[in-house]
């Protein structure tokens, strides 16, 4: 009954109010980045979500969109900004999300929804992690975020998708307060984001 119907309930009511509480962060977020990345404060990217149908995904756009002399984007960390770095450690980042929440792309807690591209290379276990709504935040981003493997990162996932409840639910919103407080496993051990997923051996 909560995975099928209050879940949902709960993802509405709490994203509207959600947006409605943070609207005066959200516009001072929303104006500081623009003025600081020629006016574009939003990152707009298809993600697959729940039975890997695709919607567009927004967050708060963190890097810029600065070249090199071939045309090709600079390495993340060279666009990585300071008021970027200070967005992305404070999770505000994540805020445009709630939009996708209220229209019911995502959830408030699930799997992370990644790229487009990913869906043909997970192996049959790993696409379970499509049977639930992507969320803000999940079982995964508790356990460690991008500092953790990707097949740690894809065992978490379907963990959540078999035992998905109220109680969870509540166990990982607490954790990811604590994550927000203390910016724990932000950046993978080797980049300022997580490293592309290729496929796994198995």
Do not use: C
Request: proline share 4%; charged share 25%.
């Amino acid at each position: 009954m909560y995975r099928d119907f209050f879940k949902r309930i709960i993802d509405f009511i709490m994203s509207l109010i959600g947006l409605i509480t943070a609207s005066p962060i959200f516009l001072i977020v929303w104006f500081l980045l623009a003025v600081n990345q020629n006016g574009k404060a939003f990152f707009v990217q298809p993600r697959p979500g729940k039975n890997g149908e695709v919607f567009k995904l927004v967050k708060f756009k963190t890097m810029t969109d600065a070249k090199d002399k071939n045309g090709d984007l600079l390495p993340d960390d060279q666009r990585l900004h300071g008021l970027g770095k200070f967005v992305r450690k404070t999770s505000l980042d994540e805020l445009p999300q709630l939009i996708n929440v209220l229209k019911g792309d995502m959830s408030l807690i699930g799997p992370r929804p990644l790229l487009v591209e990913y869906l043909p290379l997970y192996n049959e276990k790993q696409a379970r992690r499509h049977d639930v709504r992507p969320g803000i935040t999940g079982w995964a981003q508790v356990n460690g975020r991008n500092a953790i493997s990707w097949e740690k990162k894809f065992d978490y996932d379907v963990y959540y998708v078999d035992n998905l409840s109220f109680t969870l639910d509540v166990k990982i919103l607490i954790l990811t307060i604590k994550k927000v407080f203390v910016a724990e496993g932000i950046n993978s051990d080797t980049s300022v984001t997580m490293e592309k997923f290729k496929g796994s051996e198995n």
